[in-house]
């Protein structure tokens, strides 16, 4: 990955599309730093694939029983199967970096 300046640090737990919505959404927690919507999540799949994904939103969620402040990025799907990568794998326990700077998809 080029040299980007790393705004935060976001731990994935899991991941899920809602291709009705044409939407992908990861969540998880920001362990460090900030993450805001236009940013990019810098995903790491393993050491030959790099993915950035600008990020549409950032919520606030709540589960049940867990008082823990959990974050949900919502991406929006491109087209042209854009989450195929994403659905074939599992984007959790990851440690995203997020950043301002960012070239959409295979970096």
Do not use: C
């Given at each position: 990955?080029e040299?980007?300046?790393?705004?935060?640090i976001?731990h994935?737990?899991?991941?899920?599309?809602?291709?009705?919505?044409?939407?992908?959404?990861?969540?998880g927690r920001l362990?460090?730093?900030?993450?805001?919507?236009?940013w990019?999540?810098n995903?790491?799949?393993?050491s030959a694939?790099?993915f950035?994904l600008?990020i549409?939103?950032?919520?606030?969620?709540?589960?049940?029983?867990?008082?823990t402040?959990y974050?949900l990025?919502?991406?929006?799907?491109r087209g042209?199967?854009?989450f195929s990568?994403?659905?074939?794998?599992?984007?959790?326990?990851e440690r995203?970096?997020i950043?301002v700077?960012?070239?959409?998809?295979?970096?």
């Amino acid at each position: 990955m080029e040299q980007r300046t790393v705004k935060g640090i976001f731990h994935a737990i899991s991941s899920f599309a809602i291709k009705s919505r044409n939407e992908f959404y990861i969540i998880g927690r920001l362990l460090d730093g900030e993450v805001k919507a236009n940013w990019f999540a810098n995903i790491q799949l393993n050491s030959a694939l790099d993915f950035a994904l600008q990020i549409k939103q950032v919520e606030k969620v709540e589960m049940a029983g867990d008082e823990t402040e959990y974050l949900l990025l919502t991406i929006e799907d491109r087209g042209d199967n854009f989450f195929s990568p994403f659905l074939n794998v599992s984007i959790s326990s990851e440690r995203i970096k997020i950043t301002v700077e960012g070239e959409e998809w295979l970096v």
